[in-house]
T-cell receptor
Framework: DVKVTQSSRYLVKRTGEKVFLECVQD?????MFWYRQDPGLGLRLIYF???????EKGDIPEGYSVSREKKERFSLILESASTNQTSMYLC???????????FGPGTRLTVT | AQSVAQPEDQVNVAEGNPLTVKCTYS??????LFWYVQYPNRGLQFLLK??????LVKGSYGFEAEFNKSQTSFHLKKPSALVSDSALYFC???????????FGTGTRLKVLA
């Protein structure tokens, strides 16, 4: 079974802090994704990576950056956290021969 | 532009009755369609997908979905609901030639004992 893990389940940060959210998958998948989930808005794509050091902006990249130095790890960075970035953050991966995504358990981030 | 609509925020059904969770989509080219389920404080779990072939697809936990090209719909169904099916359900679509998956806003299914 594919396993996608995220570094924290719950995180509380202060406004202006730099925040790192880490995601690791164990299936050698090329494609990895970061989404945020908000009630009534579903999942919205922040960034996508299709290979090491390769990335594409999603629908809501403002205020975020990403890093993919190794194939199994995809990090989301909030350069200067703001209260409107309080949300559930979900990481996903997808292999080359399957179309479905595999999701991590999510990180619920609160910015105060 | 790609889009997915889940017209119902919540669906209530009695245990043992059939359930339907609705999804319609708009995409250029052939659609790749998916259903996911999310239990409280968990990530999304894949249920089933339609890529090509038979319009009726079967997935995990007894769920199935029917692809209807003329109505651009992909409704999720189960013949007999269980209380443990209560969760948040997301429909998603991926258009051909794009890496992006578009998710619906989710439908909360509540199965009443």
């Amino acid at each position: 079974d594919v396993k996608v893990t995220q570094s924290s389940r719950y995180l509380v940060k202060r406004t202006g802090e730099k925040v790192f959210l880490e995601c690791v998958q164990d299936m050698d998948h090329e494609n990895m994704f970061w989404y945020r989930q908000d009630p009534g808005l579903g999942l919205r794509l922040i960034y996508f990576s299709y290979d090491v050091k390769m990335k594409e902006k999603g629908d809501i990249p403002e205020g975020y950056s990403v890093s993919r130095e190794k194939k199994e790890r995809f990090s989301l960075i909030l350069e200067s956290a703001s209260t409107n970035q309080t949300s559930m953050y979900l990481c996903a991966s997808r292999g080359p021969t399957s179309w479905e995504q595999y999701f991590g358990p999510g990180t619920r981030l609160t910015v105060t | 532009a790609q889009s997915v609509a889940q017209p119902e925020d919540q669906v209530n059904v009695a245990e043992g009755n059939p359930l339907t969770v609705k999804c319609t989509y708009s995409v250029s080219g052939n659609p790749y369609l998916f259903w996911y389920v999310q239990y409280p404080n968990r990530g999304l779990q894949f249920l089933l997908k339609y890529i090509t072939g038979d319009n009726l697809v079967k997935g995990s936990y007894g769920f199935e979905a029917e692809f209807n090209k003329s109505q651009t719909s992909f409704h999720l169904k189960k013949p007999s609901a269980l209380v443990s099916d209560s969760a948040l359900y997301f429909c998603a679509v991926r258009g051909s030639g794009t890496y992006k998956y578009i998710f619906g806003t989710g439908t909360r299914l509540k199965v009443l004992a």
